[in-house]
């Protein structure tokens, strides 16, 4: 009941609207609907709003909170490199306007309930102290990896792809061949690490 809760609360925000301050900036791109309005532009006034930023360029302001455009940029990197895809893949995934759009509703969503959490007092229980601890070890071990023994990784020949999926078809009964090449591929190079 709990999760479905917070779920809730973030739809009633969205829903009821994310109100941006039209009145204070000129827009240059915007997406909207009935419920609320994610604006990209160019802030004319220096206010003094907390937060992630508060003059420049930004892309979406929340309460008083701004999120600017370099501050989009950034987050959309880190997802992209955090992404399982080859880098041809993540390229084309970083070019489309369509993922960027999607990122962004979902960092707005990620936004209302992080700051519901916080406001619950999550922040301060141990749980989630020692969970941070974790995945800050883990990301530093993997951007570590990444660096230091992804580049001297030798990439899998499409023979040897070709040669995993005819001894395994059965597994691979009604998956996409595409899917099931990269599956190959990403296990084939798991195995060299």
Same mark, same amino acid.
């Given at each position: 009941?709990?999760? #479905? !809760?917070?779920?809730?609360?973030?739809?009633?925000?969205?829903?009821?609207?994310?109100?941006?301050?039209? !009145?204070?900036?000129?827009?240059?791109?915007? /997406?909207?609907?009935?419920?609320?309005?994610?604006?990209?532009?160019? $802030?004319?006034?220096?206010?003094?709003? @907390?937060?992630?930023?508060?003059?420049?360029? #930004?892309?979406?302001?929340?309460?008083?909170?701004?999120?600017?455009?370099?501050?989009?940029? @950034?987050?959309?990197?880190?997802?992209?490199?955090?992404?399982?895809?080859?880098?041809?893949?993540?390229?084309?995934?970083?070019?489309?306007?369509? $993922?960027?759009?999607?990122?962004?509703?979902?960092?707005? $969503?990620?936004?209302?309930? !992080?700051?519901?959490? /916080?406001?619950?007092? +999550?922040?301060?229980?141990?749980?989630?102290?020692?969970?941070?601890?974790?995945?800050? @070890?883990?990301?530093? /071990?993997?951007?570590?990896?990444?660096?230091?023994?992804?580049?001297?990784? @030798?990439?899998?020949?499409?023979?040897? /792809?070709?040669?995993? +999926? $005819? =001894?395994?078809?059965?597994?691979?009964?009604?998956?996409?061949?595409?899917?099931?090449?990269?599956?190959?591929?990403? =296990?084939?190079? =798991?195995? =060299?690490?």
């Amino acid at each position: 009941m709990k999760k #479905w !809760y917070y779920f809730l609360f973030a739809m009633f925000f969205i829903l009821t609207g994310v109100f941006i301050d039209r !009145y204070v900036v000129t827009t240059k791109t915007a /997406i909207a609907n009935d419920s609320f309005v994610i604006a990209q532009a160019t $802030n004319q006034t220096k206010s003094k709003t @907390r937060g992630r930023g508060s003059t420049g360029t #930004w892309v979406v302001k929340i309460d008083s909170t701004v999120i600017t455009l370099d501050e989009f940029e @950034r987050e959309f990197s880190v997802h992209v490199y955090s992404l399982p895809a080859d880098p041809k893949q993540k390229e084309q995934y970083e070019k489309s306007e369509a $993922n960027k759009k999607k990122f962004l509703t979902n960092l707005i $969503n990620e936004y209302l309930i !992080y700051k519901r959490a /916080i406001a619950e007092g +999550y922040d301060k229980k141990p749980f989630v102290k020692d969970l941070l601890k974790a995945v800050t @070890r883990r990301a530093i /071990i993997q951007v570590y990896l990444n660096d230091k023994i992804e580049p001297k990784l @030798r990439e899998p020949s499409d023979q040897e /792809i070709e040669a995993i +999926y $005819n =001894q395994n078809k059965k597994l691979f009964a009604g998956v996409d061949i595409d899917v099931a090449r990269q599956q190959i591929r990403m =296990q084939l190079l =798991q195995r =060299q690490y």
